[in-house]
C-alpha cells in the first residue's frame, strides 16, 4: 500500500519524554527515516535505518520500528525539539517512496 | 563537505513549464539516487520522484506522472525537476536530497541526506 500514516500534533512538557508513531504496511518491510523540520527551514534528518543518529542529532532522539509501525522518541524533549516531524520510507513495492502527513510537536 | 546548491525562485503563469536545477559538489555524483520532494505552503512534504545515478530512470509518484521529467548531466554533477501544464496548487517549494540506503538484519532503509536549499515556484496569473 501506499499510505505512512502520523498523528497531526503531539505536545510533551519540557524535559519528558515523547513519542511520534508512523504507521504503514511497507514498515514491515523497509525501516522508516525522520526528519525536523522548523518553520522556513529545510528539513534535517535525525534518524535512520536500524536507529541511527546523523552527526550532530543529539543523543536524546531515538527510533525503533515494531510491526507496521515506525517510531522516534525524544527522551528529555527540550523547547528547540518544537517542529515538524516527517517519516520517510519506501511503499510495500520498493518502487515509489513517500512521506508521512507529518506530525507538530509542541514543547509545553 | 558534501552540499547541494538550487536554482532561484521562480514565477510562472499557469500552463508554462518549470526547470529547477540542483547542483551537487563534495561526493561522487554517480553513486547516488536524487530524489525532488516538493512542500506546498503550510502543508507537509510530498515525494515526487527520483532519478537514478546515471540518469537513465526515473521514478516518479502517480498523480505527476505525464507532467514531471527528472534528468541529470553527469558531466556536471546537476539534476533537474521539469514540471509541465503548471497550476496554482503547484506553487511550493521544491526540494532536492540526495538518496542514501543501506541494510540491517534484513530490512533496507533509505534516507534523504543532504537537501538542496529548496527552490519556491509561483504559479500565478
Known amino acids: 500500500s501506499s499510505e505512512l500514516t502520523q498523528d497531526p500534533a503531539v505536545s510533551v512538557a519540557l524535559g519528558q519524554t515523547v513519542r511520534v508513531t508512523c504507521q504503514g504496511d511497507s514498515l514491515r518491510t523497509y525501516y522508516a527515516s525522520w526528519y525536523q523540520q522548523k518553520p522556513r527551514q529545510v528539513p534535517v534528518l535525525v534518524i535512520y535505518?536500524?536507529?541511527k543518529r546523523p552527526s550532530g542529532i543529539p543523543d536524546r532522539f531515538s527510533g525503533s520500528s515494531s510491526g507496521n509501525t515506525a517510531s522516534l522518541t525524544i527522551t528529555g524533549a527540550q523547547a528547540e525539539d518544537e517542529g515538524d516531524y516527517y517519516c520517510?520510507?519506501?511503499?510495500?513495492?520498493?518502487?515509489?517512496?513517500?512521506f508521512g502527513g507529518g506530525t507538530k510537536l509542541t514543547v509545553l | 563537505q558534501v552540499q547541494l546548491v538550487q536554482s532561484g525562485a521562480e514565477v510562472k503563469k499557469p500552463g508554462a513549464s518549470v526547470k529547477v536545477s540542483c547542483k551537487s559538489s563534495g561526493y561522487t555524483f554517480t553513486k547516488h539516487y536524487m530524489h525532488w520532494v516538493r512542500q506546498a505552503p503550510g502543508q507537509g512534504l510530498e515525494w515526487m520522484g527520483l532519478?537514478?545515478?546515471?540518469?537513465?530512470?526515473?521514478r516518479y509518484a502517480q498523480r505527476f506522472l505525464g507532467r514531471v521529467t527528472m534528468t541529470r548531466d553527469t558531466s556536471t554533477s546537476t539534476d533537474y525537476l521539469e514540471l509541465s501544464s503548471l497550476r496554482s496548487e503547484d506553487t511550493a517549494v521544491y526540494y532536492c536530497?540526495?538518496?542514501?540506503?543501506?541494510?540491517?538484519?534484513?530490512?533496507?532503509?533509505?534516507?534523504?541526506?543532504?537537501w538542496g536549499q529548496g527552490t519556491l515556484v509561483t504559479v500565478t496569473s
Open positions: 532519478v537514478n545515478p546515471t540518469g537513465d530512470n526515473s
Open positions: 520517510f520510507s519506501g511503499d510495500t513495492s520498493g518502487n515509489i517512496w513517500l
Open positions: 535505518g536500524k536507529d
Open positions: 536530497a540526495r538518496d542514501q540506503s543501506s541494510t540491517w538484519t534484513g530490512k533496507m532503509g533509505w534516507w534523504c541526506d543532504p
